[in-house]
């Protein structure tokens, strides 16, 4: 197993083993600066304008989920359930020496970031959701759609505008038909190894577990999120002890691609320090 | 040549405009908007009357399958059907088989009420279950039954296992499975043949599917939809049949059976004129209104099973509209014509696929009772009895049909703990 300190890590990729070398679990890496964890979101790991800004400053370490990289597509069958998941990234990390580190995490990887802080409340030393997966209620059902739905649907779910310019980015055109075979495999399987721990309501008693977050905590969601109803950005503020919300306006599911100024704003400044958390207001936040 | 009466249990009453009204047949169409209740009464009471009625005309066995969650076969557990089949059977006196060919395995949380009903299926039937275990549409086990997609497939060999298992163990054994555990496994009763009922897998095209079924010696039941039906199937039997000569299996005809769909009439115009139309109310308002992603969802299938599917699938993109009644003849997906039309195609098809096994299916779509009786008349009468001696060369060794039957024992591969997995 290789351990590398987090300061001195050079750009590009690291494989370590975990979960007692079932998973060989790779970490793209790049930038300068701090050490930051970013976990991607259930399509995968893109490097968009909001993370390569993020490099400028910081050194980012992006794991790759299990089964989706091409090469060990059959890692994903070494992982049940999301503790298994849990325990598979909290061992990969400190074997990293990433302890005491700030995270960001997308919708899926929102999820992760909360479990494992709630798991291991020390792990990282400020927590940044995005739209985070992991909470359901009766009031505001949402679903699995993106997974299970038509395809061509999917970018009406993600974004409030997908005819924009960054959105459209997500979704490039292959360069040909090797191209397009290829990306909808790759697509389809990560997919459904990511819907794995989701499937069929993506609700995995992490509720319960939020109290237990010590960190500081942002919260931001797109106001006009089609996926993932904004009414959950309060249920996380009110669950999680020292955390704030921040909606973003004009924004669907995924605000760092969406509205990419703002939240590279609002995430830098949270994490550059001095930013004051306090408990949520409880008696004002109700219940979504 | 065994030829069982194979049906859905349709509503068969939906609106001309289903199809633009409603994006699909299942899981999504309104039911309070779409039903009264006494039409459901009566296409469950006319399905049950004319499996019976196919019984009583010597068809060698009547077969369920199971759909949750949709309009064009209201069967959520084939077993129910069966139950009331084998009662009515039993009290008749009919020598016919009993084929649940759906009881999925993949969508089963429940595997040990399956190994339960299946063995008081086979007592109440005395000895006359043929148990068909296929892994679950993709709709059925992951979307109305919340299995994630790359679990079915797991899923479906643990219960396999714990099945044949609880049928065929002497003794109590506690069972410690992922997906479901078991302090203390002992079923009353055990299934009344022996070892236990034959047993079936039903495949669409994933050769996986077809490899497990030769290798533990199981029946394989192929089901294909569409126009292109007759030409994917052609190549996927000639794909097994290859692939038994690899893993040196025999290639007895009996192990592979056929779900066609066939329309009787005294003339092939006369047979246009009756069924046209409900063969293509199921296409526009049944089986063939259901959106590709219903029956593929991300993790269901490998990478490498993806690339292959998909690589087919964007060389020959599929159509939008729903087949004609013509098309689908004139392609052999649906046979259809007068008794020497279906009998000379029924033929063909037996030898160039190799199938010992004709699944007919004679009610489609909105078929009402009496012309699906009219039909189960002309093929019982003028078609079956020409299809019967095909392949009898091998009758002495069909271990896919129950012994009181005619069958033979099945293979002790089917219940070897050790054999192949499906994967």
Known sequence: ?288 | MKVTYIHHYPYRHLPEDFASRYEESVVTNPYFELVDPKLVHEDLRSALDEAMYAARAGFDAVALTEHGQSSYDMNPNPDLGAAALAYATELEGIETGIYTVGRSLGKSREPLRVAEEQAWLDCLSGGRLISGFPVGLAYDANVNAGVPPIETRARYDENFELILRAWTERDPFPFNGRFSQYPSVNIWPRPMQSPHPPVSVTGTGNPNTTRFSLQRDLGFNLVVLGVAAPNTAQRIFDDMWRMADELEVDDNPYRAAYAQSVVVAETDAEAERLYAKHVEYSMSRGVGHIPMHRFALPGGISPQGLRALLGQAMSAPTAQTAPTYRELVESGAVIAGSPATVRERLADQAHSFRIGQLLANLQIGSMPTELTRYNIDLFSTEVLPHLRGIWSEYDRDNRWWPERLGGRPVSTKQADLTGARLK
Not at chain 1, 218 to 243: C, K, N, T, V
């Open chain 1, 1 to 288: 197993m290789t351990t590398t300190s987090p300061n001195q890590a050079p750009a590009g990729e690291q494989v370590v083993a975990t979960w007692n070398n079932r998973i060989r679990l790779r970490f793209e890496i790049r930038g300068s600066g701090p050490a930051l964890v970013y976990l991607h979101p259930a399509g995968g790991l893109f490097w968009d304008e909001f993370l390569t800004r993020l490099t400028q400053h910081y050194t980012v370490y992006a794991p790759v989920f299990p089964g989706i990289s091409p090469d060990d597509t059959f890692a994903i069958h070494q992982l049940d359930d999301i503790f298994d998941v849990v325990l598979a990234y909290e061992q990969a990390l400190r074997s990293l020496g990433l302890e005491n580190v700030p995270v960001v995490g997308q919708s899926f990887g929102g999820m992760l970031a909360a479990e494992l802080s709630a798991c291991f409340p020390k792990l990282f030393s400020k927590v940044a959701l995005l739209d985070p997966a992991g909470l359901w209620n009766q009031e505001h059902p949402w679903s699995l759609e993106f997974i299970s739905g038509p395809p061509e649907r999917l970018p009406a779910l993600l974004f409030k505008d997908p005819t924009a310019e960054g959105p459209r980015a997500m979704f490039p055109p292959p360069s040909g038909p090797e191209e397009a075979l290829d990306q909808a495999v790759t697509g389809i399987w990560t997919l459904g190894c990511m819907a794995k721990f989701l499937w069929p309501i993506p609700d995995r008693g992490l509720a319960k577990r939020l109290h237990r977050i010590i960190a500081p905590t942002l919260i931001m969601w797109g106001e006009d999120d089609q996926l993932i109803p904004a009414a959950y950005a309060q249920e996380f503020g009110r669950l999680i002890p020292h955390s704030r919300v921040e909606l973003v306006p004009d924004c669907g599911h995924i605000p760092q691609v969406e509205a990419t100024d703002h939240t590279y704003t609002t995430v830098t400044d949270f994490l550059a320090d001095g930013y004051a958390t306090s408990p949520a207001p409880r008696a004002q936040s109700e219940r979504v």
